[in-house]
């Protein structure tokens, strides 16, 4: 995982595309995905930068990639992870919840809202407040739909 994530973070584009069509061609997204819940909390961030790589390959891939993650794990490394790393993620957890259906999305936002061991919420507001500005649109975006799901269970 550590290989291929490094792999992956490469500037040639051509290159990167042609590893994230390897990945999803080869059935591997099944394999990366189990390393979504590895002991090792940097082989978890490592596996949501090369899943994150492959949605934005094919998007295809997004609705099993959600129906099929622990987000426990990943919600637990925020908190360590470096500032590259938590974008990685915050923009991971974006991507699924594009879902084209309605309930997997929810579905989603409840796991991202209730699970881990602190507040999602709050530390995702914290990091909005130190992104850089490029990243605070993505952030705000997963706030939103955290809050507007909040809102609903009014």
């Known amino acids: 995982m550590l290989l291929l994530a490094q792999m992956l973070r490469s500037s040639e584009e051509a290159f ?5 069509s390897t990945v999803l061609s080869a059935g591997a997204v099944d394999d990366v995905m189990k390393s979504l819940a590895a002991e090792w909390a940097e082989e978890r961030i490592k596996a949501v930068s090369i899943l994150l790589r492959c949605m934005q390959e094919d998007g295809r891939c997004r609705n099993r990639i ?7 794990p990943i919600l637990e490394c925020f908190p360590a992870a470096s500032d590259v790393e938590r974008f ?3 923009h991971f957890l974006s991507k699924l919840i594009r879902s084209n259906r309605r309930t997997l999305n ?6 991202i809202k209730d ?9 995702f507001m914290s990091y909005l407040q130190t992104a ?3 990243q605070r649109p993505v952030v705000a975006g997963l706030l939103l ?5 909040a809102e609903r269970e009014k």
């Open 145 to 149: 739909h955290l809050d507007l799901l």
């Open 16 to 20: 990167t595309t042609s590893i994230a």
């Open 115 to 123: 699970e881990g061991a602190f507040s999602t919420m709050h530390t």
């Open 66 to 72: 959600a129906n099929k993650t622990e987000l426990a």
């Open 88 to 90: 990685e993620i915050v």
């Open 132 to 134: 850089p500005p490029d």
């Open 106 to 111: 929810e579905q989603v936002l409840h796991v």
